[in-house]
Structure formats: C-alpha cells, structure tokens
C-alpha cells in the first residue's frame, strides 16, 4: 500500500507542477468559460481523486466497513480520473508525434520541451497504474471489510458460549 500512497502523491505534485508550468510560460485567454472550467477541473479532480486514495489508505485500511456514500464517491472519481487519463494519451502521441518530426527535419529541442515531454509520459503512466490499483485496492477494502466483520462476529459468539 505504500507504493500505491507514494505514486498518488507523486501523481498530485506532478499534476500541480505541470499545470503550473503550462499556465505559467503559456498564458491562454479562454473566450469561452466553458473550455476554462475544464481546463481548470481537471487538475482539481486529479488532485482529489488521488487525495482520496490517500485517504483511504490512511483511515480505512483496517476499518470494518466503508459507508455507502464514501463508495459513491470513490466510483464517480474513479471513473473520471479513468476519462482523464485516457484523455492524456492523445496529447503524449502529439507530443511524440512532434519529436519525430523535429528529428526528421533535424532540429533540436528545447530544454523545456523535452522536460514537459517526459513529465506528461511519467503522469500518463503513473495515471495508468493508479487506475489499475485503484480498482484493485478498493476490492482489497471490501474484501477486508468482510474478513475483519466475520472475525468480530466470531469474537462475539465465542464470548457468549464462554
């Protein structure tokens, strides 16, 4: 669990750090306050995603249960960073689409460049594993949940019977 915690944390410094850093050195003027509203949900929906799996990982690890809306809740932000992340591959093929051609063409890149490049592939596939874990882990907690109940329900009866 704590490789799963650490890339969670890692995904949301990332995610902060990239997002910072495209805001910062590209300015965009949004014209529309739709296009705006995504932009800026995104990171915000990474972060609590990944905020949450910390989270449970922390508080619910040897819980008996985990209630009803915490479930709702892990699913919709689960199945949003999943769209996300997905989203985040079609940027990754434009950006190795543009270092090919700058290499056939025989320019060089840019510093800065090759850094987002790298960034961008390192949040595409720890997105990917959090996902992948994700589901896993949540699995995990039920099933847990189940043995831990079934234990304290084998206590009870056993101090009845004594």
């Given at each position: 669990m704590?490789?799963f915690?650490t890339?969670?944390?890692?995904?949301?410094?990332?995610t902060v750090?990239l997002?910072s850093?495209?805001?910062?050195?590209?300015?965009?003027?949004?014209?529309?306050?739709?296009?705006l509203i995504?932009v800026?949900?995104i990171?915000?929906?990474?972060i609590i995603?990944?905020?949450?799996?910390i989270?449970?990982?922390?508080?619910?690890?040897?819980k008996v249960?985990?209630g009803k809306g915490?479930?709702?809740?892990?699913w919709?932000?689960?199945?949003?960073f999943t769209?996300i992340?997905?989203?985040?591959?079609y940027?990754?093929?434009k950006?190795?689409?543009?270092?090919?051609?700058?290499?056939?063409?025989g320019y060089?890149?840019?510093f800065?460049?090759i850094?987002?490049?790298?960034?961008?592939?390192v949040v595409?596939?720890?997105?990917?594993?959090?996902v992948?874990?994700?589901?896993y882990?949540f699995?995990f907690?039920k099933?847990?949940?189940?043995?831990q109940l079934?234990?304290?329900?084998?206590?009870?009866?056993?101090?009845?019977?004594?």
């Amino acid at each position: 669990m704590r490789i799963f915690r650490t890339f969670n944390f890692i995904h949301i410094v990332l995610t902060v750090v990239l997002f910072s850093y495209s805001f910062y050195y590209n300015p965009i003027s949004f014209n529309d306050m739709r296009l705006l509203i995504m932009v800026l949900l995104i990171p915000i929906l990474i972060i609590i995603n990944c905020a949450s799996n910390i989270n449970l990982i922390i508080n619910y690890l040897n819980k008996v249960s985990i209630g009803k809306g915490r479930k709702v809740f892990f699913w919709i932000f689960f199945l949003l960073f999943t769209l996300i992340t997905l989203l985040l591959i079609y940027p990754l093929y434009k950006t190795f689409v543009s270092i090919n051609n700058i290499y056939e063409n025989g320019y060089k890149m840019s510093f800065p460049f090759i850094v987002r490049a790298i960034v961008l592939l390192v949040v595409v596939f720890n997105g990917i594993y959090i996902v992948i874990y994700q589901r896993y882990f949540f699995f995990f907690l039920k099933r847990n949940s189940k043995i831990q109940l079934e234990s304290l329900v084998n206590e009870i009866g056993e101090s009845e019977s004594a």
